[in-house]
């Protein structure tokens, strides 16, 4: 490509709200045949709401949220925020909470009111040895409208299942559409429950679905879609999406997402819309054929 037609290029999808922060990225996306997107905040709007909360027996609800909130408190992730909020909203006063722990990927821990807490993922309870029973069915059915299960332990025994809904940005469905009509593959990656992250890919019409990443795997789930099915773009915004924005052949960040994410890809979008992503890449196919 001449210097000429990339600094063309690169003015255009700035007028696009797109920045290139480096003009190869505008030929290494003409190349990208599959389009990789994080879940939380780049699909979605990344701020989820408490929407269920079944308390098994023998365990009153209020009392369960309070102590849940009450952990959630020191936690920094959205599904934290979408609990306390809930707490606050029901007036609850949540008590102090010791030797808090957050377990990345898996969920939180911590002691309230003189007891042990866990609220997270249903590998958390496995892996606290924590017997789901009949919450698992409850779990998998909220993961099946596209919720978030989170299971509690409190003592070592299942004392609810919860569920969070985050919403689907508005632009997602189009700029899925608009991907495949440019004959893209689109997957998904995700730390979250796979029965959830396959419900809201069914509903997006989302192609490949890589569920339940470790912090840390996003890496190689690039990698392997790499190998899988050529060169490809990754769109996140979130810290843990870093390291998997600078190993993709083009890392996309969301503008309105952290900085860590910002700094490691090739392109920012100026807004949260995914509009951006199919401008970026009708830019950089324009701006190739334009060379050939
Ligand atoms: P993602 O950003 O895709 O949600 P994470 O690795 O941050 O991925 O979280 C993976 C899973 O771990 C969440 O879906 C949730 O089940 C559990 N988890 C993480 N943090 C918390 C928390 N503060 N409270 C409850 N569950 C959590
Ligand atoms: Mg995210």
Redesign the pocket.
């Known amino acids: 490509a001449t210097p000429t037609s990339i600094m063309v290029g690169t003015g255009r999808a700035a007028e696009l709200g797109v920045l290139f922060r480096q003009g190869d990225a505008l030929q290494s996306l003409h190349d990208v045949r599959t389009v990789a997107l ?3 905040g780049t699909l979605t709007e990344g701020r989820p709401e408490l929407t269920d909360m079944i308390a098994s027996d023998g365990f009153a609800q209020t009392e369960v949220l309070q102590s849940v909130a009450a952990l ?1 408190a020191s ?1 920094e ?1 959205p ?2 925020q979408a ?1 306390v909020r809930k707490a606050r909203l029901e007036g609850l006063e949540l008590p102090d909470v010791a030797e808090f722990q ?1 377990i ?5 821990s911590g002691r309230v009111n003189g007891k042990t807490v866990l ?3 249903d590998r ?1 309870m496995t892996r606290e040895s924590v017997a789901l029973d009949t919450a698992k069915t409850t779990g998998d059915a909220l993961g099946h409208e596209g919720k ?1 299960p ?1 299971y509690v332990a409190i003592d070592g025994q299942l004392a609810a299942v919860i569920a969070v809904s985050d919403p689907i940005k508005q632009g997602t469905p189009e700029a899925i559409s608009a991907l495949h009509e440019l004959g893209l593959t689109v997957a998904m990656i ?4 796979k029965g959830t992250a396959d419900a809201i890919a069914r509903r997006l019409g989302i192609d490949t679905v890589v569920a339940e990443v ?2 840390d795997g996003k890496v190689s789930a690039i990698e392997q879609l790499a190998q899988e099915a050529g060169p490809i773009a990754f769109v996140g915004d ?1 810290i ?1 999406d870093a390291p998997a924005l600078a190993r993709a052949d083009v890392g996309i960040a969301i503008g309105t997402g952290t900085d860590v994410a910002i700094e490691a890809a090739d392109v920012v979008l100026m807004s949260g819309d995914l509009a951006g992503v199919v401008n970026a890449i009708n830019v950089s196919q324009r701006t190739m054929t334009n060379i050939r």
């Open positions: 994080d879940k939380t959630e936690s992730h599904i934290a609990i957050s990345t990927g898996y969920g939180i609220v997270g993922a958390l978030t989170l995700t730390g979250d429950n470790l912090p979130g843990n």
